[in-house]
């Protein structure tokens, strides 16, 4: 079974200050996402990484892709009230097979 | 920008009742699937679906669940005699595999309700 850890599993900060969310597992992925959950809504992508020690950045938020492609971060800066959601990590092993998720980060960020 | 949609948004029914949850993935996308959501669980793989007949398929997935692509744009998911545990939100999701990434693009969920 293909796990994936995530961590903290809630994380409630300032406006302003920077944070990071892990995403571990035991296992090789070929690929992993990102993605960002509004309550009642579908998961929304935000990155997809697919080579080890890849670091992608979008505006405020930076992903990275472990050496060994079994771990993940996110990383915000300066978060902003917007920045609070879900977020969710989840890994494939193939290129067109199941995405195992991981159980998500809730981010409160308070003006 | 293309989206996947899902009808209903919303269904309540009655233990033992059948369902149906349509699906109209993004058109040029050739992979479909359907993954679940119980109320503040974690998104779960049900099955994946490629060329017309399914790729793989969850423990979850069980007889009581199918799925089929009746026309060209159409991907439905069917729960034959639904359960109380069969609550919960039902995302349907396509990919287009570029890459070598498995991107995929989720619809806003079904959310069914069984009584």
């Known amino acids: 079974t293909q796990l994936l850890e995530q961590s903290p599993q809630f994380l409630s900060i300032q406006e302003g200050e920077n944070l990071t969310v892990y995403c571990n597992s035991s296992s090789v992925f070929s690929s992993l996402q990102w993605y960002r959950q509004e309550p009642g809504e579908g998961p929304v992508l935000l990155v997809t990484?697919?080579?080890?020690?890849e670091v992608k950045k979008l505006k405020r938020l930076t992903f990275q892709f472990g050496d060994a492609r079994k771990d993940s971060s996110l990383h915000i800066t300066a978060a902003q009230p917007g920045d609070t959601g879900l977020y969710l990590c989840?890994?494939?092993?193939?290129?067109?097979?199941?995405?195992?998720f991981g159980d998500g980060t809730t981010l409160t960020v308070k003006p | 920008e293309p989206e996947v949609t899902q009808t209903p948004s919303h269904q309540v029914t009655q233990m033992g009742q059948e369902v149906i949850l349509r699906c109209v993935p993004i058109s040029n996308h050739l992979y479909f699937y359907w993954y679940r959501q119980i109320l503040g669980q974690k998104v779960e793989f049900l099955v994946s679906f490629y060329n017309n007949e399914i790729s793989e398929k969850s423990e979850i997935f069980d007889d009581q669940f199918s799925v089929e692509r009746p026309d060209g744009s159409n991907f439905t998911l069917k729960i034959r005699s639904t359960k109380l545990e069969d609550s919960a939100m039902y995302f349907c999701a396509s990919s287009l595999i570029t890459s070598g990434a498995n991107v995929l693009t989720f619809g806003a969920g079904s959310r069914l309700t069984v009584l």
């Open positions: 989840a890994g494939s092993r193939t290129n067109a097979g199941k995405s195992t």
């Open positions: 990484v697919v080579t080890g020690g």
